[in-house]
Nanobody
Framework: QVQLVESGGGLVQTGGSLRLSCVASGSISSINAMGWYRQAPGKQRELVAFITSGGTTNYADSIKDRFAISRDNAKNTLYLQMNSLKPEDTAVYYC???????????????WGQGTQVTVSS
């Protein structure tokens, strides 16, 4: 139906930067929003940032002013630019897509496999 493939994770030192990418394919019409979530060991998955089909963005307070979400519609790709990384940013980062199959139908969530981001001190 919908496939999401993340890339760009890795190991960086405190203060470093990474850019995550998420390529969407399949039945990707009628997308309501796309976003990034993360899950650290032993913690609940949390929303990092999202962008709606209209371009509205929202960021978690913990990463505000450090991360930036963007998209390239021509390439069906979502990005997360992460700057000034901190050890507490260490987590598996997941790409998320929300879409509806019919007008006024419920939104359905789709998830990528995740990419590991590790920030060392």
């Amino acid at each position: 139906q919908v496939q999401l493939v993340e890339s760009g994770g890795g190991l960086v030192q405190t203060g470093g930067s990474l850019r995550l990418s998420c390529v969407a394919s399949g039945s990707i019409s009628s997308i309501n929003a796309m976003g990034w979530y993360r899950q650290a060991p032993g913690k609940q998955r949390e929303l990092v940032a999202f962008i709606t089909s209209g371009g509205t963005t929202n960021y978690a307070d913990s990463i505000k002013d450090r991360f930036a979400i963007s998209r390239d519609n021509a390439k069906n790709t979502l990005y997360l630019q992460m700057n000034s990384l901190k050890p507490e940013d260490t987590a598996v980062y997941y790409c998320n897509l929300k879409k509806r199959w019919l007008r006024d139908s419920p939104l359905i969530d789709y998830w990528g496999q995740g990419t590991q981001v590790t920030v060392s001190s």
